[in-house]
């Protein structure tokens, strides 16, 4: 990999310093967390930062606080083995711990944080191709659009059309999840669901809103309401240390036998995670039954086109949409 | 003239390994009397479950591998692949060579790259990360051409050529074509269909290559993670400019070859070239990218197959036309009809050639592809003349020991009380189960190549030492078990020394001949030091060599009763000690085996996620050298049968011509989650007494029993593997 100054600030202040000057704020400085994906890129020459600051050194990034509201507030310096691991996020927010529990392997758990899962950047193997020139690299073209599209995305892709690799953004924008952004100017607060950007709407190079000289400080999530329940079912090839083919992040709350309320979020089959409101819309008032899965399944992929090669993931995603009811119904 | 022979000579068959593909030769041998391996249930140490006596120091980490050597002043070398299957490339050398702690750059000087993967140039840095930093200061300007890597490309009317005769290798037949044709005429079913296996990878855990120390001067040791240790002084020699007697090739431990690590290598071969222009030893491993684009693959294969079933279950006839890709290399022959009895039939196979590289000997060269084809076909006439695809299988297989190990797969399986047995199961519920049968065949028998000393010390020591490698198969074992139970003496009482060029002859490892080979000259000079040490104990004694036994760790004159320890013996002995040599023996080696699998999956319709539950082998061998390392190997070549039915699969971009999962994210191989419940049975009832290699047969039926079970338990027929759930969904309709 290319050479690089590594900067480990010691408190905050610093660190956001370090990133409000122009060359960071062109992209030549980066953040590095638990490096897992980053310092793949930079091996792979895809990243060739001048610069890392290492978050890793600051105190209080990496901890869970719980609200006596029932709320979380989660560092993004959290490692997804803490998360998989913490009563209150297993007892709360099934689907969090869920999806932290299979990602990867056991030793990328212990190393990966949460604010690296969701900013890691695409596996698709175009994208990870150092001879592909494609879009998201600056080139003109999207090589899986015509190409062997076997891993992308049936839903929201053009003119990129990559899959979002995080377990736990569809988990988290289920749950209702925001994300507090922090830089030199001071400090946002975004709903998760609005934090990941769809090609065609934003800058094709990039999958989320954070900016260079902005860092994901925590990610807060709300109490969830009474009678909820929540889980993340992954569909892979393999039953470790891999990618989602599909998956759906779901949380309900069904009262007396009746589905009051619902979200449905897929994953892997779309450039974000991908929200179906036509998909809670069929679930809500709803009491559970196989016909109503079905109705949910067929409601969760509308709109999905598939490219040559990944026409499948529309009976898998329904299909798992369905198995994942069922089991959180039972 | 004919059949003139010497008296106490005879003429047999032997199989020879040529890289890794096994060829036949008849050869004389002495039609002597000598040692045998005695009856079955008098082994001490044969036919026992025996830890590896390495296993310790490999599951610890002790073992030094090929790839961990470490030597003083060694460089770390790189090879520059081409990404492109067809390109012209230009290099800046001299920024390389002005890269920080490089020590030697070579230029292949590679006018045109003709395949995927195809090295160019090579440079070697005093740390591995100045290495990758010197490669990438080549900066490398490709010109990509024109190129054909999928068989559509190839067979394409204006395809860019590949071979300099065309696209297409020589094509090979036999049968009568119309007649076959004929033939199937009034059978119950006819069921014509084309069956594809892609073209996958070795993934050998360590990567090909040597670390050669040699620092000028006029001799060298290489350590190489190889097949084949006597293939390396040669080729290092010349690479080097010494006399092949001059180099030593050291292969002590071994991480996996598969059949793709025969000769030096292009990377041996610029490792020495490294180390001969730097002045310094030089330490070159393939990348894990590299070994997927240049490091050996597994030829695939694109089969049409028509074949016919009478109602009585009698396979009339077959047509096969096989088209196999072994890149810019003749790919693995296409044996069809595989092993079943047809009354006729008629295949034909062809290479066709793309611009990637060269295919390699894979365990079992053409079996797995062969038998996935077959054993699918076998099912799809079953299912479609209502029949039960386990009877169909006994009925067409000649050799009776398939008879009892399918009858014992399918009760371990619980075939007996599975509903679907004429009829696949309906695509319906959480899980649909079903079962799925194959069968296996090899040769596994030795020629005469390996020349094993014993020595026995007056302090007690025993060794034996021969050369070979262990590739895995547990070699370094038996040659201490064999001398142990010979000499009556516990595993630990023998020292096993293997692993060099500098100690007695053996053969490559390929082919399963190991085994066949090794073990016969192993136990001759264990028989050979044991008479010779019997002798010399009866002149001592004022005995009967014929009255010392050894056992239990003594050495007892019957004659006299008298008992002494067995370092008490070998202090009889003279100072020198006693030296034993022993080559191959006919007798002590067989050939030809047989096995036959079964696996029970399940399938969830909704998703196409297919589940292994359970893999069960019986597997023949002769004489069971060691009963832990052979079921280890079965269970080995199960798994590997699994990984590659459910997930291997090479994919490159016909129009960017890029190898898009060369690692081992994209390049899927099972892990223990996808490895259900393993059965390895050793097949007692053969009896012969005989030394057969093993591992290529347990390898070839595991994928096709798994894809025969998934249609078994919903219906869902993948004609082509790996079955990945987007083609199960594909085959149930959904997609």
């Known amino acids: 990999m290319k050479a ?100 990867a392997s056991a030793q990328i758990r212990s190393q990966a944080t949460l604010g690296g899962n969701l900013n890691q950047r695409p596996r698709c193997w175009y994208f ?19 190409g062997m599209s076997k891993y992308n995305a049936i839903l929201g892709g053009g003119p ?25 100017k001071g400090s946002r607060t975004v709903a998760l669901e ?51 083919l599909a998956s759906v992040a779901l949380a309900l709350v069904l009262e007396g036998g009746t589905i009051r309320s619902s979200r449905v979020v897929l994953g892997g089959v779309a450039p974000i995670p991908w929200r179906s409101k036509a998909a809670e819309a069929a679930l809500e008032g709803g009491q559970p039954s196989r016909a109503l899965f079905e109705k949910a399944a067929a409601a969760s992929v509308r709109g999905a086109e598939a490219l040559a090669h990944n026409g499948y993931k529309v009976p898998l995603a329904k299909g798992l949409v369905i198995r994942a009811l069922e089991e959180l119904c039972a | 003239m004919a059949n003139l022979q010497q008296p106490g000579k005879k003429k047999i068959k032997v199989t020879k390994n040529v890289d890794g593909h096994p060829v036949e030769e008849e050869i004389e041998v002495d039609d002597t009397g000598g040692p045998s391996w005695g009856p079955r249930a008098a082994h001490t140490l044969l036919n026992t479950e025996l830890p590896r006596v390495d296993g310790p120091v490999k599951v610890t980490g002790r073992a030094v591998y090929s790839q961990d050597v470490r030597l003083p002043g060694m460089l770390y070398a790189r090879v520059l692949v081409s990404p492109f299957p067809v390109a012209t490339v230009e290099l800046d050398l001299d920024a ?55 068989r559509e490309q190839a067979l394409a009317a204006n395809a860019p050529q590949v071979g300099r005769k065309g696209n297409l290798g020589k094509e090979s037949s036999k049968g009568e074509r119309a007649e076959t044709e004929a033939a ?34 006029d001799s060298a040791k290489v350590y190489a993670s190889t097949q084949a240790t006597f293939s390396i002084p040669g080729d290092a020699a010349r690479e080097l400019g010494l006399k092949a007697s001059a180099v030593e090739g050291i292969v002590q431990y071994m991480g996996g070859g598969f059949g793709s690590k025969f000769g030096l290598g292009f990377e041996g071969q610029l490792a020495c070239q490294l180390s001969k222009q730097a002045g310094k030893p030089v330490h070159l491993l393939l990348t894990r990218p590299v070994e997927f684009t240049s490091g050996g693959n597994r030829s695939g294969v694109h089969v049409s197959m028509k074949g016919a079933i009478r109602a009585d279950g009698t396979l009339v006839a077959l047509v096969s036309e096989a088209e196999r890709f072994g890149g810019i290399g003749e790919a693995a022959r296409h044996p069809q009809p595989y092993i079943y009895e047809f009354e006729k039939s008629f295949a034909s196979s062809v290479s066709v050639l ?77 899980w649909c189960t079903g079962i799925g049968f194959g069968v296996s065949v090899w040769g596994g028998g030795g020629h005469p190549e390996c020349e094993v000393e014993v020595r026995i010390e007056r302090d007690g020591s025993v060794s034996s030492a021969v050369g070979s490698q262990d590739l895995g198969t547990g070699v370094r074992t038996y040659v201490a078990s064999i001398v142990a139970e010979e000499l009556g003496l516990p595993l630990g009482g023998v020292e096993a020394r293997i692993g060099s060029s500098r100690l007695g002859q053996a053969n490559g490892s390929g082919g399963s001949t190991t085994t066949g080979s090794l073990a016969p000259a192993v136990k001759s000079a264990a028989w050979n030091a044991r008479t010779k040490f019997a002798e010399h104990l009866a002149q001592a004694l004022g005995s009967d060599p014929a009255q010392i036994r050894f056992a239990a760790g003594s050495v007892e004159d019957q004659k006299s009763g008298r008992k002494l320890s067995f370092a008490q013996a070998c202090a009889m002995l003279p100072q020198e000690g006693l030296t034993a040599k022993g080559e191959w023996v006919a007798e002590l080696a067989g050939n030809g085996i ?34 832990l390392t052979l079921r280890s190997q079965i269970a080995g070549g199960m798994v590997q049968a699994l990984s590659y039915g459910l997930l291997e699969e090479r994919v490159i971009d016909p129009d960017l011509g890029l190898a898009l999962n060369a690692n081992l994210e994209d390049y899927k191989v099972a892990g223990p989650l996808e490895i259900g419940e393993i059965v390895a049975l050793i097949d007692d009832e053969d009896t012969r007494e005989q030394a057969i290699g093993v591992a290529e047969a347990t390898v070839i039926p595991g994928h096709s029993a798994i894809a025969n079970a998934v249609f078994n338990a919903c219906g869902a027929r993948v004609r082509d593997m790996p079955l990945t759930p987007d083609k199960v969904l594909a085959a149930l309709g959904r997609v």
Not at chain 1, 169 to 177: D, H, W
């Open chain 1, 4 to 103: 690089f100054k590594l900067h480990n600030p010691t408190d905050l202040e610093s660190a956001l310093a370090l990133l409000d000057t122009p060359e960071a704020r062109s992209g030549a400085t980066r953040v590095l967390a638990g490096g897992q994906d980053l310092l793949t890129e930079m091996k792979e020459h895809l990243a060739e930062p001048d610069a890392l600051v290492n978050l890793k050194h600051i105190p209080g990034l990496d901890q869970v606080h719980a609200g006596a509201d029932g709320s979380l507030e989660i560092g993004a310096l959290c490692t997804l083995a803490a998360l998989e691991e913490h009563a209150e996020v297993a007892q709360r927010l099934p689907a969090l711990a869920q999806a932290a529990g299979v990602v």
């Open chain 1, 128 to 146: 990870r191709s150092e001879h592909a020139p494609c879009l998201k690299k600056g080139g003109t073209e999207c090589f899986s659009y015509g």
């Open chain 1, 160 to 184: 990129s059309y990559i899959v979002h690799p995080s377990d736990l953004a569809p988990a988290l924008v289920a749950l209702g999840a925001s994300a507090e952004i922090v830089s030199a």
């Open chain 1, 194 to 244: 609005k934090y990941f950007t769809l090609p065609s709407e934003s800058d094709v190079k990039r999958e989320t809103v954070l900016q260079p000289g902005e860092i994901l400080r925590r990610v807060l999530v709300p109490a969830p309401a009474a009678n909820t329940r929540s889980s993340y079912t992954k569909f892979r090839e393999k039953g470790s240390f891999d990618f989602a």
């Open chain 2, 96 to 150: 390389a060579r002005k890269s920080p702690g490089v020590g030697a750059v070579i230029d292949l000087e590679v006018k045109g790259v003709k395949w995927l993967g195809q090295p160019v140039a090579a440079v070697a840095a005093d740390t591995p990360e100045r290495a990758d930093d010197a490669l990438r200061a080549l900066a490398p300007k490709w010109k990509p051409g024109k190129w054909a890597v999928t």
């Open chain 2, 184 to 217: 199937m005429q009034g059978a119950a079913a006819v069921v014509e269909a084309v069956y594809s296996v892609p073209v996958q990878h070795h993934v050998c855990l360590e990567t090909h290559g040597v670390t050669v120390d040699f620092s000028g001067g």
């Open chain 2, 354 to 430: 793309t611009h990637t590289d060269s295919s390699r000997a894979m365990r079992a060269p053409g079996h797995p592809q062969a038998s996935f084809a077959m054993e699918s076909l076998i099912d799809e006439l079953c299912a479609k003349a209502g029949l039960d695809p386990l009877e169909v299988r006994k009925k067409n297989l000649k050799h009776e020991a398939y008879q009892r190990q399918l009858t014992r797969v399918a009760q371990e399986i619980g075939w007996n009380a599975h509903p679907n047995k004429t009829a696949p199961g309906k695509p319906e519920g959480r």
């Open chain 2, 594 to 627: 047989q096995g036959a699998q079964a696996a029970k999956v399940r399938v969830d319709p909704l998703t196409g996620k297919v589940e292994v539950l359970k893999l069960v082998c019986v597997q023949n061998c002769g004489l069971p050298i060691n009963r």
